[in-house]
């Protein structure tokens, strides 16, 4: 998926930091020191890189401290954007960035909450979780990955009470999505971001027992792309769009 114009804002990327494998967290902050727009969990925002391609990335903090902060995974199979990002941008570089768009936004209020991230699925709902302990809120989180050296944020994971990470290729299948929607406490509401493969059992999951005009889901990547990743979120208790 192609970015959509919408406005700017002039940027320094002043921080790089290793998160997982072939994973970066990049932070970004104003030039001028100017305010920028904050956003709710799940926002993201455009990134004009100097290759010419613009990319969405998810907010992993949501622009509250003045400063946006994304983390992104090398795409070798992709044209061109995450490498770039990873090959040619340096700390100091100067970029235009789009300012933040929520496709993907977090009830806040919900009885209960179930997230669930695959691989670099993790970047809006980890922002989700940091909200949700933050609001005090009863929520879970379910993060799948292929290999411990894929889990990003690991540290501060380990410490979450709320947190269980699974690794398949150590536990020799995937996370059994249909078991952990079964055992949601009702009105639990559902936020799923991760590959292709995992979104369609999340949503064959939900289907059987969620009504479908409750089930909302984003694509966020185009058809093509859509075999490596794409986001989405269901919820018992309303409607909605992304
Ligand atoms: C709202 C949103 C939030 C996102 N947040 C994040 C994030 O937080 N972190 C992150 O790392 N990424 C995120 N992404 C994905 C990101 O925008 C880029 O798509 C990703 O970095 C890869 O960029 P790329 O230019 O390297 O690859 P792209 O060119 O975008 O390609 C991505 C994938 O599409 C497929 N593809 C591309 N071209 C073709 C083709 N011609 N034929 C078939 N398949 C093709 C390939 O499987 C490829 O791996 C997000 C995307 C969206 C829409």
């Known amino acids: 998926m192609e970015a959509v114009p919408t ?26 020191g100017e305010a920028i727009p904050a956003a709710g969990p799940g926002a993201h925002i455009d990134i004009y890189l100097p290759n010419g391609m613009i990319r969405p990335y998810s907010l992993v903090h949501s622009g509250t401290d003045n400063r946006y ?18 090959d040619s941008v340096k700390v100091g570089s100067v970029l235009t ?53 894929d889990v990003a944020f690991l540290e501060k994971l380990e410490k979450l009470s709320e947190a269980r990470i699974h ?15 079964d055992h949601a406490p009702a009105n639990s509401h559902f936020y799923c971001c991760g590959p292709a493969p ?14 479908a005009m409750f089930i909302w889901s984003g694509l966020l990547l185009s058809k093509k792309s859509r075999a490596r990743g794409a986001l989405s979120s269901c919820s018992r208790n309303r409607a909605a769009n992304l």
């Open 7 to 32: 406005k700017t804002i002039t940027m320094r990327l002043t921080g790089i930091q290793y998160l997982a494998h072939e994973t970066n967290l990049y932070e970004f902050e104003p030039i001028a």
């Open 69 to 86: 902060t994304i983390g992104v995974k090398r795409d070798a199979a992709g044209r061109g954007g995450s490498a770039c990002l990873h």
């Open 97 to 149: 960035v789009g300012v933040p768009r929520n496709n993907f936004p977090l009830v806040e209020t919900a009885e209960h909450t179930v997230l669930i991230a695959g691989g670099i699925g993790i970047t809006p709902i980890w922002c989700m979780a940091e909200r949700l302990k933050e609001l005090g809120r009863s929520f879970e989180l379910h993060y799948a990955c292929r290999d411990r050296r």
């Open 167 to 181: 690794i398949d290729v150590e536990a020799g299948n995937f996370l059994d999505l249909g078991a952990l929607i």
């Open 198 to 211: 995992m979104l369609d059992a999340f949503e064959a999951n939900t289907r059987d027992v969620i009504p």
